[in-house]
């Protein structure tokens, strides 16, 4: 753990948006946060904890640089542990450039690195490990489901769990230990009969955390649907369609033509990531429709959630290669219902698999059955990305070192010695303590502090 200390750099970085804003404010943390703030203002610094509105001057010209609210916090009570210092200053360029500028000509200031505020929080025990995530993914977060999550798990429901499961083990442990010591030499080995069902309930618990569909990963990720079907079918057009009708979050990433178009869109709370493939057919017309052919194969077979398009002018004919796709993860649309006729529809209904494929009628032109597919998409993401009671987990780190520390308890029970029954423990308490960073995770930090972004 890292004390505050005059050896200890001072950071500050700009902790808002950059641009033009109302209010913008940088932040100062370090042990010469109260110098560099008497330095700007030419005063004593104010009571912590509570604003005061100051002149803030260039320390080099006296040159008026803001009125700005200033905050200051003393160490250890502050966000990162350490004496903070807030500027709310006018958000426009020059101020914050200035202020900026002043501050990066104090001794022993730097600017900070991605997320290095958060990680001196984790480091002074402000935070542990997965509550330092869950920071970044509030910051990231775009619907509700996904705040939810990640203030739970700021809040520590994550880290309690992996806690408290720690914390058996080390109760476990010291049992097995107890029964090395005092064990007589000519007695049997392996783990003593009272430790066993605590060591085998554990490893059950995690399996079950374990097996949840992965849906924490991919409430942080958005679901990921793709549209396929046949070229013509209107797969464009629905995206589209979908895109404006709720564009709460629409960011679009065209490719070429043939290439995968994905956009973000607010189904519910729930976020997803709908993306247009190109259209299956079995003879491209040329290499590079082969390569979207390809492309759109791949991205559905790795998709959460399909949706499989039919033109429902071209009924009862239904496309054999997106019939292929269909499993019970698709939703079946059969678009351009404006245009199709009694003659499509009336035989296309009555295919012997329509009840099996529950499609759903649409017009991407004319809006006709949008909201119905809208709200069996919002069913769908519900079920597979929903968080019940107990917190998931949230990252592939979290997953493997879980798999790691439920490989060991397993191994503990097959153990022919005790001896090897406590070093198999001792590993899997030491996979729980890297994920909540109670263990020594200083190879880990960099990876994890990088995908923050800066001033936070
Ligand atoms: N202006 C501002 N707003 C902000 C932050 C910030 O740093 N500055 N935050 C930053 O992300 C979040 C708030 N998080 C914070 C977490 C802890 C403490 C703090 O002072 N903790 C002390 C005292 C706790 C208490 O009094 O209850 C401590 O932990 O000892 C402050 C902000 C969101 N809003
Ligand atoms: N009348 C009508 N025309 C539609 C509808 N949806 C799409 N179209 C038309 O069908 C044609 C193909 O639509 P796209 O959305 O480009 O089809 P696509 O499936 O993305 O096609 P590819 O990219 O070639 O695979 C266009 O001319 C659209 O205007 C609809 O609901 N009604």
């Known amino acids: 753990m890292v004390t505050t200390n005059l ?18 404010v940088v932040r100062i943390s370090g042990p010469q946060a109260g110098s560099a703030l008497a330095a700007l203002t030419g005063r004593t610094p104010p009571a912590p904890r509570r604003a005061v509105l100051t002149k803030l001057r260039d320390p080099r010209t006296g ?9 200051r916090f003393t160490a250890p009570a502050s966000f990162t542990g350490e004496d903070v210092v807030e500027l709310h200053l006018h ?13 990066a000509i104090l001794p022993g200031l730097r600017l900070a690195e991605p997320g290095e505020f958060t990680r001196r929080a984790f480091e ?54 107890a029964d090395i010591d005092f064990a007589e030499d000519d007695l049997p080995g392996g783990v003593a009969d009272a430790v066993r069902p605590v060591i085998a309930g554990l490893a059950n618990e995690i399996a079950t955390h374990l097996d949840d569909g992965g849906r924490g990963e991919r409430l942080r990720e958005g679901l990921h649907i793709a549209i396929v079907g046949a070229p013509n079918a209107g797969k464009s057009s629905l995206l589209n369609a979908l895109a404006r009708r709720d564009a709460a979050i629409v960011s679009a990433r065209a490719g070429t033509t043939r290439d995968i178009i994905e956009v973000h869109l607010d189904l519910g709370g729930y976020p997803v990531v709908l993306a247009d493939t190109a259209g299956l057919r079995e003879a491209a017309a040329d290499e590079v429709e082969e390569e979207g052919i390809r492309r759109a194969r791949d991205r559905a077979a790795r998709a959460d959630v399909k949706v499989a398009v039919f033109d429902a002018t071209t009924l009862p004919d239904l496309d054999p290669a997106t019939l292929d796709l269909i499993d019970a993860d698709t939703v079946v649309v059969f678009n351009k219902t404006d245009l199709a006729t009694d003659g499509n529809l009336r035989p296309g209904l009555s295919l012997i698999v329509a009840p099996i494929l529950a499609p759903i009628l649409v017009s991407a032109h004319t809006g006709a059955g949008l909201k119905a597919l809208e709200e069996k998409l919002t069913v769908f993401s519900a079920d597979r990305l929903a968080i019940g009671s107990a917190p998931s987990l949230t990252r592939a780190r979290h997953r493997a070192a879980l798999m790691e520390c439920r490989e060991s308890l397993l191994r503990a029970l097959d ?13 899997a308490s030491r996979a729980l303590g890297r994920i909540t960073g109670r263990v020594d995770v200083e190879d880990l930090l960099d990876v994890i502090f990088q995908d923050f972004c800066i001033g936070k």
């Open 91 to 103: 958000g426009g360029r020059a101020v914050v450039t200035g202020v900026i500028e002043a501050l």
């Open 415 to 427: 153990a022919p010695l005790p001896e090897l029954a406590a070093e198999d423990v001792r590993l």
């Open 63 to 71: 040159d008026a640089l803001d009125d700005a609210l200033v905050l």
């Open 7 to 24: 050896f200890t750099t001072t950071i500050y970085a700009l902790a808002t948006a950059p641009g033009r804003s109302g209010v913008a």
């Open 124 to 177: 002074n025990g402000k935070l542990d490990l997965t509550e330092a995530e869950a920071v970044a993914d509030l910051i990231d977060a775009e619907t509700t489901a996904q705040r939810r999550q990640a203030l739970r798990q700021m809040e520590g429901a994550l880290g309690k769990l992996y806690d408290g499961w720690r914390e058996r083990l080390t109760r476990a442990l010291a049992h097995i230990e």
